[in-house]
Nanobody, 124 residues
């Protein structure tokens, strides 16, 4: 059974860096070619795909977030992380990690394996 779990601070101050970790069980991040993704859902909106890491080092980011986002992996811990710098209140959202295929990436619905989501609020 593949399970993903997000963790990190629920409150981040404006201009700081949002840091989240996705912990994987039941599968290896160093396995088949899946897209290990970060997705967020601001209040009252649909899914916004932030980016992914695949293979060992290849990353992709949404053009609107590419300057601020960074995704990395720690194979020894079977984890991958998201760092989003210079946050503003518009970054307030529920953040998810997800393992999806190429066909599932970017959809407006959940396919593949998803974490439970974690609320992150950007506020002073």
């Amino acid at each position: 059974q593949v399970q993903l779990h997000e963790s990190g601070p629920g409150l981040v101050k404006p201009s700081q860096t949002l840091s989240l970790t996705c912990t994987i069980s039941g599968a290896s991040i160093d396995g088949n070619d899946y897209y290990w993704s970060w997705v967020r859902q601001p209040p009252g909106t649909g899914l916004e795909w932030i980016g992914y890491i695949r293979f060992r080092t290849m990353t992709y980011y949404s053009p609107s977030l590419a300057i601020r986002a960074s995704i990395s992996r720690d194979t020894s811990k079977n984890q991958y992380t998201l760092q989003l710098s210079s946050v503003t209140p518009e970054d307030t959202a529920v953040y998810y990690c997800a393992r999806v295929t190429a066909e599932e990436y970017g959809l407006a619905l959940r396919r593949g394996y998803w974490g439970q989501g974690t609320q992150v609020t950007v506020s002073s």
